[in-house]
């Protein structure tokens, strides 16, 4: 069964329709489906400065492999009515490094999110993308807080991530970068 905004449809994990009739989907990367698409999203100019991953197909495919066999995150294609247009990792944050630089439940859950073509930018989709990705893991019972950390020199990012209702914690040092810690509580989303 789903709700007034939700569509069932086969090959996505979730899908939802916004406000403005536009859809939103998530489904699992394929390698074999995926790869190319990734590879060069990874490498696209407005990525490179933050996921820092310009690394040749052969290294990407490695890394999204080891990735997608990881049992404590799962990878998604995001789609905006049925286009493929962004990655997604959803992961168990206590179980990934972020979980030592807060006080993590066991069932927090996080993101980490790219957009690929550039054509998606800049027309306030990233909020409405982030707030069905929000929406689908809180249908984890159990959940009951969303973890991110974007680069801080990641404005764009930043705001998205607050205009979706996460708010800033602080920075965070982490290996690759320096991370704004932001949260999402599941109270702050709508019924």
Not at 12 to 29: I, L, M, W
Not at 33 to 56: E, F, I, M
Not at 71 to 78: R, S
Not at 93 to 100: H, K, L
């Amino acid at each position: 069964m789903t709700g007034p905004r939700q569509t069932a449809t086969s090959g996505y994990d979730y899908v939802t329709v916004t406000g403005s009739g536009k859809s939103v989907a998530f489904r699992e990367v394929s390698l074999e489906r995926d790869l190319a698409r990734l590879h060069t999203w990874l490498n696209s100019d407005h990525v490179l400065p933050y996921w820092t991953q310009n690394d040749p197909l052969p290294q990407v495919r490695d890394t999204i492999r080891e990735r997608a066999t990881d049992d404590t995150q799962t990878l998604y294609i995001g789609y905006l009515d049925h286009v493929p247009m962004s990655y997604w990792e959803s992961y168990w944050a206590a179980q990934d490094r972020i979980g030592e630089y807060y006080d993590a439940d066991p069932a927090d859950q996080g993101i980490h999110l790219l957009i690929g073509p550039p054509e998606y930018l800049g027309h306030g989709y990233a909020p409405v993308l982030i707030e069905a990705m929000v929406a689908f893991q809180f249908q984890h019972p159990e959940t009951q807080r969303i973890v991110t950390e974007p680069d801080s020199r990641n404005e764009r990012a930043i705001r998205a991530f607050e205009t979706a209702g996460f708010e800033r914690a602080r920075e965070v040092d982490l290996p690759d970068k320096t991370g704004q810690l932001m949260f999402r509580e599941r109270e702050e989303v709508a019924a």
